[in-house]
């Protein structure tokens, strides 16, 4: 099969790279690349991917044989393509994986507008001229897989529903949600209207590998369990709010299945824990557990956290950010600007942990049970037997565990930790 994929120097893609080199006897790539900010040029940036991958060496080489960079620039016509490489991605193309997005929740609507709404109208555009040229060459369909998310239902104040072909988004928690929505209407409107090949999936929120523990993005819940760690995060809320996590292994799984497998062209998948989800109190739980019981450094004390309601817990965080605006402007201290960005920041994850978020799965379970070997999300959380003892279940120990040994991708310096440690000693 021959695959033109956006989104490989991500989190999610590059996994699903690697299902497909176990999964299809034949594969051959395009991937649509960018320079880097720092300037770092495509073929760097693919060989960075590739080395990272979770492939043996001959694997490697094979993926590397038969990959083909693709100079990309979303702003330009026919996405900066060279018109030479775009005649033969319209020639040679069968499966379209597009799974790039700006997932940052803090940009201007215009910025991020480009790369979830007009990056979309482009791919479609490119994948409407292959479509038409199979057809007019008597060969296969051409399919579209397009990586939607959950969140582009923005805010429901009930279950969010399976509701393809409709999809009836409410008012949305941020820009991000906002686009990924504008995004998909254009795409189902291609469904519906002109009956296109088109699969999109609707993952929730996609976390570590329920295989190895491992991510390579530390944000939302991982920050959150980060300030417990620190001692940073005295209050929180929404105990008993659904957290909808779902492995990145998995939700890869489950994507490179349904594009290997080639019998389900047309619809959407939720990817969804769905009534398995885990609360806001059981990551907490097990997270307090683990890192009291597996701290790296000696004496370092971890403040427990008292849940309080949703009204007193945002009432907090306004009072830490007005107060650090202002200590910033009367003393120009750059550690009060730094405290403002991180609440800031912070404010952007809450409607995904603190807002109910509630993801319906039934109908996507039964396609996935028809159609991949993966039907189910590996459950996140342990759970109480009927006698209240906790069954070790889930995954989250593994999610921990990478946690503790990578000090959150780096974020984290234990010696730092440690040296803060030493000087509280000290002082008392
Ligand atoms: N992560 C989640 O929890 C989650 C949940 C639900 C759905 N999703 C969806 O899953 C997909 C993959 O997400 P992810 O977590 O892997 O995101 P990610 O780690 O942030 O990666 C985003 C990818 O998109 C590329 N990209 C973004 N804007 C681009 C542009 N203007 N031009 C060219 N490339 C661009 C990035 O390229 P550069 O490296 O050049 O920036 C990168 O390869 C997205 O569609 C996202 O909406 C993610």
């Known amino acids: 099969m021959i695959y033109f994929i956006t989104g490989v120097t991500g989190t999610v ?14 594969p051959h790539f ?28 001959a694997s490697k080489q094979k993926l590397s044989e038969r990959s083909k960079l693709v100079e990309i620039d979303v702003e330009k016509e026919k996405l900066g393509i060279d018109p030479e490489i ?55 369909d051409a399919t579209l897989y397009y990586i939607s998310t959950g969140y582009a239902y923005g805010i429901y104040n009930k279950a969010i529903p399976e509701d393809f072909p409709d999809f009836k988004p409410g008012k949305p928690d941020n820009t991000y949600a906002q686009t990924k929505a504008e ?19 609707e993952p929730t929120i996609i976390g570590g590998s329920a295989r190895t523990g491992r991510t390579k ?30 492995p990145v292994d998995w939700v890869a799984d489950v994507i490179s299945d349904i594009m290997a497998k080639d019998e389900f062209h047309q619809g ?16 907490h739980d097990a997270g307090y557990e683990y890192f009291t019981a597996n701290d790296p450094v000696p004496g370092h004390l971890i403040p427990e956290i008292s849940f309080v309601p949703r009204w007193f817990f945002y009432f907090m965080i306004n009072v830490q950010k007005t107060f650090n605006q202002a200590m910033y402007k009367i003393t120009g201290k750059k550690k009060y600007r730094k405290m403002v960005v991180g609440v800031r920041l912070l404010e952007g994850y809450f409607p995904y942990i603190t807002r109910y978020k509630v993801f319906e799965n039934s109908k996507s379970t039964q396609l996935l049970e028809k ?22 279940k889930g995954y989250i120990d593994k999610i921990l565990a990478d946690t503790l040994e990578t000090g959150w991708g780096g974020i984290v310096d234990f010696t730092r930790v440690a040296a803060q440690v030493a000087a509280n000693k000290s002082s008392r």
């Open 13 to 26: 893609v590059p996994v699903i790279v690697e299902d497909l080199m176990r999964k299809d006897a034949d």
């Open 30 to 57: 395009y991937f649509a690349i960018r320079k880097d900010t720092r300037g770092i040029g495509i073929k760097s940036r693919f060989e960075s991917v590739v080395t990272s991958l979770d492939l043996d060496q």
């Open 86 to 140: 775009y005649a033969e991605l319209v020639s040679n193309t069968e499966k379209i994986l597009h799974g790039a997005a700006d997932v940052r929740f803090d940009q201007p609507y215009d910025e991020i507008k480009i790369s979830n709404v007009i990056f979309s109208h482009k791919i479609y555009e490119l994948f409407d001229k292959i479509k038409n040229h199979r057809k007019e060459n008597s060969q296969t």
């Open 183 to 201: 995004a998909k209407i254009f795409i189902l409107d291609k469904i519906n209207r002109l009956n296109d090949r088109i699969v999109l999936f």
């Open 217 to 246: 993005t530390y944000n939302l819940h991982y920050v959150v369990l980060m300030l417990g760690y620190l001692g940073k995060m005295p209050f929180f809320t929404a105990a008993d709010n659904q957290q909808d996590i779902v």
């Open 268 to 283: 959407v998948l939720r990817l969804a824990s769905g009534p398995d989800a885990p609360t806001v109190g059981d990551v």
């Open 371 to 392: 159609y991949t070997d993966c039907p189910k999300a590996p459950i996140l959380q342990n759970i109480k037997d009927k006698n209240g003892n906790l069954v070790k």
